[in-house]
């Protein structure tokens, strides 16, 4: 593992300086679960590494009146263990346990699981699901991004040069919304996604649902939305025939490829069969 120089900068403005300076050879270190590997490995090469543990304002999560506020360096373990995630937050709290092992839940951070622009990150489709909001700070300021639109491609984000994630927002949905995630990976959890499926159902008082997202991971080149079967949902009451059908529309609409894990037939087939279940948990949840 070889870089020129190390920086532990202790606040935000310090660090986006940093990457100011030297840009593409700059690379921000949060947990290292991906990182150090790829470091190790020398499949990766940097001039500069940037360590955030130094900015403990990263790690907290605080609830205010217009939602959850979830700091970039939070460990997935502590929002595991957290019980500032109730109601259809909870997906985001299930999916952080669905991040690998034990060992690495415990060093791995929120941040780092979404800006690895991975498109199997577990955490990542049950916050598209939440509606959640990407805070992102550079040398001009701070900006928010829904999380949907951070993805440009596998690996790839819409950061420039000089900036970070500082954090995420999770809105206040409010009552009537529940959301649910499953992934199937042959190892369990502590492999990686083969298809990860989330959705969240917000319904009325008798029933009919009045918003509706279905997200994928891992059967496109970023995380996606699926609006044909959000928009099949919203102002019906969910049967089994109508998880059916949205469950075939986002088989339709998702684009995976075939690799070690999976092919994309199968992947396909397995879109259709979780997002039937997903939809289900989140409209029980929802109750």
């Not at 304002?57 to 959850?68: A, C, F, H, M, V």
């Not at 502590?78 to 709290?93: A, L, N, P, R, Y």
Request: aromatic letters at 6%; hydrophobic letters at 40%; glycine letters at 8%.
């Amino acid at each position: 593992m070889k870089f020129d120089w190390y920086y532990e900068p202790t606040s935000v403005n310090e660090c986006v300086e940093i990457l100011k300076e030297y840009g593409s050879e700059a690379k921000l270190l949060a947990g290292g679960t991906d990182l150090v590997v790829r470091l190790r490995s020398r499949a990766q090469k940097v001039k500069a590494l940037v360590s955030l543990n130094a900015m403990p304002e990263l790690s907290r999560i605080q609830k205010t009146e217009d939602g959850l506020h979830i700091g970039a360096m939070t460990k997935l373990m502590d929002i595991t263990k957290s019980e500032m995630f109730t109601g259809s937050w909870m997906v985001v709290k299930k999916s952080a346990g669905n991040v690998s092992s034990m060992q690495v839940r415990n060093v791995a951070t929120i941040g780092g699981n979404t800006c690895n622009a991975s498109p199997s990150a577990d955490t990542v489709p049950g916050m598209i699901a939440s509606d959640a909001i990407v805070r992102i700070a550079g040398t001009e300021g701070e900006r928010a991004l829904p999380l949907e639109q951070f993805f440009t491609g596998p690996g790839k984000t819409a950061l420039k040069k000089d900036e970070m994630v500082v954090g995420f927002k999770l809105p206040d949905l409010g009552p009537g919304n529940g959301a649910a995630y499953k992934k199937y990976a042959i190892r369990g959890d502590s492999d990686i996604a083969i298809v990860g499926v989330a959705a969240r159902l917000k319904l009325s008082q008798d029933g009919i649902i009045e918003d509706a997202r279905v997200v994928l991971g891992a059967v496109a080149p970023t995380p996606i939305r699926v609006p044909s079967a959000e928009q099949m949902l919203i102002g019906q009451v969910l049967t089994d025939e109508l998880a059916a059908k949205a469950a075939q529309a986002a088989s339709d609409f998702c684009t995976p490829i075939t690799d070690a894990r999976a092919t994309k037939e199968y992947r396909k087939e397995m879109v259709r069969v979780w997002t039937q279940y997903v939809l289900k948990e989140a409209h029980s949840n929802a109750q």
